[in-house]
């Protein structure tokens, strides 16, 4: 299959590269390489990449209209794992025309390449943020998302409902992805599992909102990549299930699905620095905060949806995703230092 990814260099991105160039996928890769964090991880990860014969890769901002265009037209993809955007909760109060311009532009972008070239199907990153302040647990795809709290949210439910218009209006398969706190080796350096270990091997507290009373679904990145290759390989199909007249937010009566991504074992964050401090042999200093604008005190996934289409759950216990990033970590920083 050949597959464009946008977001090649990302965190997601190159794990989901390497899945699907190693069972023998072609991947045009795509990425701008920004200095939203350390380009420099970017690079080695893309140094990864570029070992595979099989992958293509082009430096490019979703958001260039005519440079997406041409790639669109010169690589004709079979398929699209749209990954690139702007992230972060925080980051988006500082600088939230960054948000339009890459996670809106870019996404419609996107969605007109795959009308113009005959793309069989378009998977895209969304984000538990999209449930906001949606309090019932574990969040579910049938949930109404109509109160986010956050632009980088309200950008990720924009790109849900243009993807409908798209499966609408040009029959388009399109299926949202909602990550849940994805985790992991070669992971963003803006990240809390990130931070929290710099800050320990420094020597240094670290930060720690809503004085620890927060729950997250943490989920380690092999799962996510395990979700999103499943979802590739199986489009979205119409419901012939689907009720205008009781809409369920999670299909349509056109090719569109959103699915969570999450691990469906919500942590405590406390536990979550407890099996970090367990896998460095090291006690964390923490500094307790209050809680910060634009976040949420707890998310959980609800995966039936994403079980039953593909036959797939997110499983790997907290403790040993943890273990594996420690790893990477004293592996990849020692040799930079």
Known sequence: MKILLTGAAGFIGMHTS????????????????NDYYDVALKEARLAR?????????????????????????????????????QAGVRYSLEN?????????????????????????SLAYASSSSVYGGNTALPFSEHHNIDHPISLYA???????????????????????????????????????????????????????FNHGQMVRDFTYVDDIVEGVVRINDRPAEADPNFDPANPDPSTSN???????????????????????????????EKNYLPMQMGDVPATAADTDELERWVGFNPDTPVKVGVARFVEWYKSYYSTKS
């Open 18 to 33: 390497i899945r699907l160039l190693e069972r023998g996928d072609t991947v045009i890769g795509v990425d701008n390489l």
């Open 254 to 284: 056109v090719p569109y699905r959103v699915f969570n991504i999450g691990n469906n074992q919500p942590t405590h964050l406390m536990d979550y620095i407890g099996a970090l401090e367990d896998a460095l042999g090291m006690k964390a």
């Open 49 to 85: 990449l570029k070992e595979y014969p099989n992958f293509i890769f082009s430096k490019l901002s979703v958001e260039d209209k005519d440079g997406v265009a041409r790639i669109f037209k010169q690589h004709r993809p079979q398929r699209v794992i749209h990954l690139a955007a």
């Open 96 to 120: 939230p025309h960054a948000y339009i311009d890459s996670n809106i532009q870019g996404f419609l972008n996107i969605l007109e390449g795959c009308r113009h070239n005959g793309v069989e």
């Open 154 to 208: 309200a950008t990720k439910k924009a790109n849900e409902l243009m993807a409908h218009t798209y499966s609408h209006l040009f029959n388009l398969p399109t299926t949202g992805l909602r990550f849940f706190t994805v985790y992991g080796p070669w992971g963003r350096p803006d990240m809390a599992l990130f931070l929290f270990i710099k800050a320990i091997l420094d020597g240094k507290p670290i930060n720690v």
